[in-house]
């Protein structure tokens, strides 16, 4: 039986049907299956801004498919806003919110199916992880990605270029108007950053995972196309609900683990590791989605190159072939029958799918012709981190897989990015953020900044970071971010020092502190836990259970 019939059917539930209508729901409307959508749409976030027209196109293919659309808000934050400000503690921290708000949503209404409307960082493994954890008909649909700017350094720029072009600013390499001219070129439409960030990375794996129509993640924001998906999207769910297809039948270790394969073939970004590992366990699986991640980036070609891993953005990738194109090369490597939210198998999707523009080998190649031989996500241990570091190798140059430098140690983001702009840091240098994990910092923020100051000044080549904090997908340059233990909970991290050498080596996916063991020990004695930088509000219940950057970062209400 429908879920919704438990409170809309009968002469008992006169109250039910008597507050939809209130509302102007009709008595037809509520003898069909009642299809919530989860809306994210505000006007804090550009990847969010046209998902009222996505909204209502969706509603179009409900109701022609026999069902009744009932719309409610979801938050969602912007990373780029939040990016260098006390802002970025609440960034990962709201994916818990995004995912609890929509569980309860469907619960208090008891919805036959869900359409999660969302494009960004944390909005879409949020409602993911919702999805796998009421086991209910749900289709991802996000808003699509915007279009690139005006060409700066090479390639069209994104509002990121603003923090790429304040570094060289700094250096004294371009102009003040040069500068300036980028807040009104570099992001000339709305969207999710056209660039393959954490945003349109997961709007991929969604794809992927099966859990969005083909094509529904990357289809551009602006375009009549993605308003034709919106309505397909709304008929498909229908589709779920009459064939009881639910979440947990499309989300399976078989799908997580094509999502991770597809992940390393067009570099997506690190934070993937954690947002998978996340959707796994909501969906109660077993598998470990860290060991995959490690053993599948050495035999998982890289099969496309995408803004920051080279010139061409998302809707390049999109007009290549996208997603569907990956798949289609990668079926000797992938799962095709698993189900999907089409209520076909991927081998059917991948027959059946019609590409509407030429294929591009710039940015998508055959299978025949990598563009490398291995993934661009790679999993790193070592003394400096005993649980797992992450990286993406497919990123940067290839003289970066192995680097050797002297540490530089900041203990929080803010003190590391003043010295970069200052002129702090040198060549040779190993920067070392601490105190940004889940816990620590709270929250794990994005040391985005950091990263494109050190690029601005020149220094992407000749310097590293490391960090217990994230990195934006759109970050290029050599760094290992994830490291767990994090330094809050007394990782290794914790205690290196100013001078120390740090051997970061990619190929034998190592992260070493070249400082003795009985060295490490004493300091890790003499080392203090600091107090939690918030003990109040939903931060200071966060610092309290978030788990570890290698476990998702999800909250562990045990610790309760």
């Not at 409170?7 to 102007?24: D, V």
């Not at 954890?133 to 005006?150: A, F, K, Q, S």
């Not at 599948?296 to 990738?317: C, G, H, V, W």
């Not at 940015?363 to 993406?392: H, M, Q, W």
Request: charged residues 20%; negative net charge.
């Amino acid at each position: 039986m429908e879920r919704s019939k438990q409170i809309l059917e009968g002469l008992n539930n006169q109250y039910y049907r008597a507050t939809y209508k209130s509302m102007g729901f009709s008595t037809d409307d509520l003898k069909r299956p009642v299809i919530g959508i989860a809306n994210a749409w505000s006007e804090c976030v550009p990847g969010h801004f046209n998902l009222r027209q996505v909204a209502q196109r969706v509603k179009d293919g409900i109701y022609r498919a026999g069902g009744t659309p009932v719309e409610f808000g979801v938050i969602g934050g912007c990373d780029g806003f939040a990016q260098g400000h006390d802002g970025m503690h609440y960034i990962l921290p709201s994916r818990e919110l995004i995912a609890n708000s929509v569980e309860s949503m469907a619960q208090i209404n008891l919805f036959d199916g869900l359409v999660l409307l969302g494009s960004c960082d944390k909005i879409v493994p949020g409602m993911l992880m919702a999805a796998a954890r009421l086991d209910i008909p749900c289709i991802l649909l996000p808003g699509g990605p915007m279009e690139g700017g005006i060409v700066f350094d090479g390639r069209k720029s994104d509002q990121t270029s603003s923090a790429e072009a304040l570094g060289m600013l700094s250096a004294k390499k371009i102009t003040e108007e040069e500068y300036t001219s980028l807040e009104d070129l570099s992001c000339p439409t709305c969207g999710s950053c056209s660039y393959l960030g954490t945003a349109n990375t997961m709007c991929s794996l969604s794809e992927a995972l099966g859990m969005t129509v083909p094509d529904g993640g990357i289809i551009p924001a602006y375009s009549a196309a993605r308003l034709a998906v919106a309505e397909h999207t709304g008929i498909k769910i229908m589709e779920l609900v009459e064939k009881h297809i639910t979440a947990r039948q499309i989300i399976t270790d078989g799908s997580i683990r094509n999502a991770i394969k597809i992940c390393l073939a067009m570099s997506g970004s690190t934070n993937a590791v954690m947002h998978l590992t996340a959707i796994a366990n909501e969906a109660e699986l077993d598998i470990d989605v860290l060991k995959e991640f490690d053993e599948l980036s050495r035999k998982t070609p890289q099969l496309a190159k995408i803004n920051p891993a080279s010139e061409y953005n998302m809707i390049d990738f999109y007009r290549a072939g996208g997603v569907s194109k990956l798949l289609d090369e990668m079926q000797s490597f992938i799962d095709t029958d698993v189900m999907t939210v089409t209520g076909q198998t991927v081998m059917d999707n991948i027959k059946t799918h019609r590409y509407p523009y030429p294929f591009d080998e710039r940015v998508i190649r055959p299978l025949k012709s990598p563009f490398g031989y291995e993934g661009g996500v790679a999993v790193l241990r070592g003394n400096l981190a005993p649980d797992t570091g992450i990286t993406k190798p497919g990123a940067f140059d290839k003289s970066l897989r192995h680097f050797k430098g002297t540490a530089i140690c900041f203990d929080s983001e803010e003190a590391a990015e003043k010295a970069i702009l200052e002129g702090q840091v040198h060549d040779g240098h190993v920067v070392v953020i601490r105190y940004e994990g889940p816990k620590g910092g709270p929250g794990m923020r994005e040391m985005f900044k950091a990263m494109k100051y050190l690029y601005g000044r020149g220094l992407a080549k000749t310097t590293a970071l490391i960090t217990d904090g994230r990195f934006s997908g759109t970050n290029n340059g050599c760094f290992v971010g994830h490291i767990s233990p994090e330094a809050a909970e007394g990782g290794p991290i914790a205690i290196v020092k100013d001078g120390d050498l740090i051997e970061i080596d990619v190929d034998n996916r190592s992260l070493t502190l070249h400082v003795s063991e009985e060295e490490i020990t004493n300091r890790l004695n003499q080392w203090q836990r600091p107090a939690p930088k918030f003990t109040k509000g939903y931060l200071g219940l966060y610092c309290k259970l978030a788990s570890s950057g290698s476990k998702g970062a999800v909250m562990n209400y045990d610790k309760l």
